[in-house]
């Protein structure tokens, strides 16, 4: 199942390099909340493996549009049982003044609703 949301880049993070087979890059944008117009929601996106440069195009200040997956995992060490969320972007374009996409902003051939996790991706607490 996929989702969209529109808000303001505000942060955007290199891209860190977890194992020699597994690369992740987030950031955040704020979207405005309709229930408290004061109060806006700060939303921390990720995108991995090829993805990791969808967000290059795009400057702090952009309003963008996000596509994404949710993404949960049950990770377990010692004994402890944690589950953790992502938010998986796949395309992201520009919008507002201007409007038209930028480069990067076309989704991906063939892009699937609902993306397969990427190998060993799941070995990973985070």
Excluded: C, H
Excluded at 42 to 52: G, L, N, P
Excluded at 69 to 78: A, F, L, S, V
Excluded at 101 to 114: D, K, R
């Amino acid at each position: 199942m996929s989702f969209e949301l529109t808000g303001k880049l505000i942060v955007k993070e290199d891209t860190v390099n977890i194992s020699d087979r597994f690369k992740k890059r987030e950031f955040v944008i704020d979207v405005p909340n309709d229930r408290n117009p004061e109060w806006n929601d700060t939303i921390k996106f990720q995108t991995t493996q090829d993805r990791t440069e969808l967000i290059e195009p795009f400057n702090l200040g952009d309003d963008i549009l996000v596509a994404f997956n949710i993404k949960g995992n049950k990770w377990e060490r010692d004994g402890k049982v944690n589950y953790f969320t992502n938010l998986e972007a796949w395309r992201i374009e520009k919008v507002g003044a201007g409007g038209g996409n930028t480069p990067g902003a076309a989704p991906l051939p063939n892009q699937p609703e609902a993306l397969p996790p990427e190998e060993g991706e799941d070995d990973f607490p985070f």
